[in-house]
């Protein structure tokens, strides 16, 4: 899963684009299951999710797929991405392998505050949009999970306001590694993913009762790296150099 932010904003100058193209690129090479969009995101998003040509994109970058935003503000001429997305997930561990759990995720934006009675017109109102959004995905799936791409406090308050979610992640708030519990929800914060794994476990008793398990591990010299990402990241570094230095 990736919490947002991922792209970079001002997608016009030549060497950004071309990063934000590879990173699309990765990302649908080694799929993730749910990519919720940022505010900083978007500029680049909507590039991708443009209705002209829409198909043929999504052929080329399957990541638009796992797009998910339940505040983005998009034109007629975009594609919305679902507010929520549900995966099923099968295993020898769940129901003695014998049965299916569905995971939701609803993906939140915090807007920016640029002072009073001014609105940010990129993304609405993180708060007002994460409860009906949450109320619908809440009746598809056993486990619901809020991504936003927030600080600690707000999204201490989401999981006060919306106690529906069984986990909140606060995707802007790197560092703060101790779990908070906010009636039956947890909050915890999503892990740099340059320098670190953030790993959410899920436990179900016998009497199919979920809790949650945390960690961040370091991506150190231990952690091994996959020989074919190693090298599209060679070259896509090289890429940037010689557009960079040309």
């Known amino acids: 899963m990736e919490g947002g932010f991922f792209f970079y904003g001002n997608a016009e100058y030549p060497l950004v684009q071309l990063q934000n193209e590879q990173v699309a690129k990765a990302y649908s090479r080694w799929p993730v299951d749910v990519i919720n969009l940022s505010r900083d995101d978007l500029f680049y998003a909507r590039k991708l999710l443009r209705k002209e040509g829409f198909e043929e994109r999504v052929a080329k ?19 919305r991405p679902p507010t929520y997305s549900v995966k099923e997930v099968a295993g020898s561990r769940i129901h003695g392998g014998k049965g299916r759990i569905k995971i939701g995720f609803v993906g939140l934006a915090e807007s920016s505050a640029p002072g009073d009675g001014v609105r940010d017109a990129t993304v609405s109102d993180m708060f007002q ?26 999204a201490l308050k989401l999981a006060a306001q919306n106690l529906e979610a069984d986990v909140v992640i606060a995707a802007d708030a790197a560092g703060f590694y101790k779990t908070r519990q906010v009636a039956n929800t947890l909050v915890i914060t999503a892990a740099p ?54």
């Open 129 to 154: 949009a994460a409860t009906p959004a949450i109320l619908k995905a809440r009746k598809e799936c056993d486990v619901l999970i809020v991504v936003a791409h927030c600080d600690l406090e707000p």
């Open 193 to 246: 993913g340059n320098t670190q794994e953030g790993d959410l476990r899920l436990y179900i008793d016998k009497d199919g009762r979920v809790s949650f398990k945390f960690r961040a591990t370091d991506l150190d010299e231990l952690a091994p790296s996959d020989p074919a990402a190693a090298a599209f990241v060679e070259t896509a570094r090289a890429e940037r150099d010689r557009l960079r230095y040309n």
């Open 61 to 79: 970058l399957p990541m638009i797929k796992n797009l998910i935003s339940a505040n983005a503000v998009f034109s007629q001429d975009e594609t």
